[in-house]
Nanobody, 124 residues
């Protein structure tokens, strides 16, 4: 049974940091890619970052501030978010996809399983 569970969201001041976790079960991380997406109120879901074997991709809006990583032993993918801005406020979701190339990772239709989402609020 494939499951993804996102956690780690919360309220943080601008310039602060949070680390999101996506705990997975029912499959091996080496066999798939994991993406982080976010959805702000009134906006479409957008791709934030993606990781598969040997490759990491980032949206331009988070490059140099966010870092994606994974721990196969813990079956967990992390999203370290630094220098947070109010515009990073959103519900963050992790999803499972095939090993996608750079041109496709932001297309949500390729993701067959999603976690429940975790809310990140950046506000003073």
């Amino acid at each position: 049974d494939v499951q993804l569970q996102a956690s780690g969201g919360g309220l943080v001041q601008p310039g602060g940091s949070l680390r999101l976790s996506c705990a997975v079960s029912g499959f091996a991380l080496d066999d798939y890619g994991i993406g982080w997406f976010r959805q702000a109120p009134g906006k479409e879901r957008e791709g934030v970052s993606f990781i598969n074997v040997g490759r990491k991709f980032y949206a331009n809006s988070v490059k140099d501030r966010f870092t994606i990583s994974r721990d196969n032993a813990k079956n967990t993918v992390y999203l370290q978010m630094n220098s947070l801005k109010p515009e990073d406020t959103a519900i963050y979701y992790c999803g499972r996809a095939p090993r996608l190339p750079f041109s496709l990772w932001r297309t949500s239709n390729y993701y067959s399983y999603w976690g429940q989402g975790t809310l990140v609020t950046v506000s003073s």
